[in-house]
């Protein structure tokens, strides 16, 4: 099903300048100069109204497009190893790690009987994204998409999905504030994805009978007992493919270098893995941090080279930085072994970083399927998402973000389906909290959404003449679907899950 934007609205009413820039800034993080908002639809080819976007008009201070850019790609990058948020105000609810299950006494009871959101045709779910300068646009379209996919199958016992979407425009309070549209008009809030999610968090705190499911990236809103995740954030890091690449390269990993972003989300995600590398031998012997705006990273590597480093783990660089990397160290004709990460899961890596010869035998280490097209063959669920994202976005890169909103959208369903045919904002808080492995049909790694446990599988895959392939992972068909599950989680805390 084609989208398209109506077309009075234009980007000075969308919030961009005349160049695209975004606006992010943390003096406007608070939304001074927002006033008002309309709703403007967003329509099929055949005129029907699927998506109600929600655009709030204002003055914006003005940045470089190129440092907020920046700054967003980074997200991509650490999306998938943990989340930390430095500007939450967000109410902490302890959760205990590895528990089977979630709560159901912290469920109020006036949630058993609130279906707000609900008709007899139609479920509504809120979509709170940054949308401004198509930041996380992904994110509503894989949402969009499962949706559309759930509607052409007759919908949950007859009921069509219906995705309310907020742009949060790349700032807290519009994020507060359509998270708290959201609560007083759609059923829950679905497959959202924004740098602001800490304000949001701070209004499902203060509703805690309002299912939330979304790949958080504030901790304490991770962590409050009706957000559910389909990629669980925990403070750690997985050790599954430190374990591989430490059997494969027993003397390499004391030779370990590393580059991180200067941002205190990606230092803190950086110590995590530090300390997971360390717990199990490795020692890091190069680890620089680089300015968002960095784009030559010429310096660094001739430092690694100099400092004799033979392993390189950059699972939070996405995909155009890592293309700078890799142009840098083919320049310097410097070949250490280099681990990426789903950030870097692109197919514009191998043509920005000079071709072929530049990316050969590159590693990528994923807690997801890879849903570029590489997998449409042997996995169902991989051919479903990217047919859907073409339906509802012809021509679209499927990207993190999108599989991120897709799985969110799945993992309601399935909660939405479970809580039979009379559903509450209550009783679907229920069935999620009794979801304890999810997997996306095979698109992510088992995780337990109800006891927020993190993934600890993987897949392995490596360039190959151009070509991102499967390396040495297991069959498909087997138990573990094509995911290498060799070693638990770490925690920060030393434990293991």
Not at 102 to 124: L, N, Q
Not at 287 to 306: L, P, S
Not at 480 to 489: L, Q, R, V, W
Request: with cysteine.
């Amino acid at each position: 099903m084609h989208l398209r934007w109506p077309r009075h609205q234009d980007l000075s009413h969308a919030g961009y300048d005349q160049h695209g820039a975004s606006a992010f800034s943390s003096v406007d993080r608070d939304g001074i100069g927002w006033r008002g908002e309309s709703s403007v639809g967003l329509l099929t080819d055949e005129g029907e109204s699927i998506v109600r976007i929600v655009t709030r008009r204002g003055v914006m201070s003005r940045r470089r497009p190129s440092a907020a850019a920046a700054l967003a790609v980074l997200v991509l990058g650490g999306a998938v190893t943990g989340c930390s948020s430095t500007n939450s105000t967000s109410t902490t609810a302890t959760v205990a790690k590895g528990s089977q299950g979630s709560s159901t006494t912290s469920i109020p009871s006036a949630a058993f009987s609130d279906t707000t959101g609900v008709t007899s045709s139609t479920v509504t779910i809120g979509n709170v994204s940054t949308l401004f300068a198509g930041l996380f646009k992904g994110a509503l379209i894989g949402t969009q998409a499962y949706a559309d996919y759930v509607n052409s199958q007759g919908g949950i016992f007859g009921r069509k999905l219906v995705v309310d979407s907020y742009d949060d425009g790349y700032q807290g309070a519009p994020n507060r504030q359509g998270t708290q549209s959201a609560i007083q008009k759609d059923f829950a809030t679905v497959g959202g994805f924004s740098l602001q999610d800490s304000f949001g968090g701070t209004v499902l705190a203060a509703n805690p009978g309002f299912p939330n499911v979304t790949v958080p990236l504030d901790q304490p809103t991770a962590d409050l007992p009706n957000t559910f995740s389909p990629d669980p954030p925990k403070p750690g890091w997985s050790l599954g493919a430190l374990t591989w690449f430490k059997s494969h390269y027993p003397q390499d990993i004391t030779a370990t270098g590393t580059l991180i972003a200067d941002q205190p989300s990606a230092i803190t995600k950086w110590q995590w893995q530090k300390q997971a590398m360390e717990s199990i031998g490795y020692k890091v012997t190069y680890e620089k941090q680089f300015d968002i705006t960095q784009t030559d990273f010429t310096q660094n590597v001739v430092a690694m080279h100099q400092a004799g480093i033979k392993i390189l783990f950059l699972e939070q660089m996405p995909q155009n930085y890592a293309a700078a990397v890799i142009k840098a160290l083919d320049q310097q004709n410097f070949h250490p072994i280099v681990v990426f990460g789903a950030g870097a899961y692109s197919d514009q890596l191998v043509p920005n970083a000079g071709g072929p010869a530049a990316t050969e035998g590159l590693y990528f280490e994923m807690p997801n399927a890879l849903f570029l097209g590489e997998d449409t063959k042997t996995i169902p669920a991989a051919n479903t998402f990217v047919t859907w994202m073409q339906k509802v976005s012809p021509g679209v890169k499927p990207d993190l973000y999108s599989l991120f909103g897709w799985l969110s959208a799945q993992l309601f369903a399935q909660a939405l389906k479970a809580a039979g045919k009379s559903p509450t904002r209550g009783s679907v808080l229920q069935a999620l909290g009794k979801i304890t492995s999810f997997d996306g049909s095979g698109l992510f790694a088992v995780v337990n959404p109800a006891g927020k446990v993190p993934p600890s599988c993987f897949v392995l895959s490596r360039i190959t003449n151009g070509k991102i392939q499967r390396y040495q992972d297991p069959p498909i068909s087997g138990s573990t679907k094509g995911f290498i599950c060799n070693a638990p989680y770490y925690y920060v805390d030393g434990s293991t899950n």
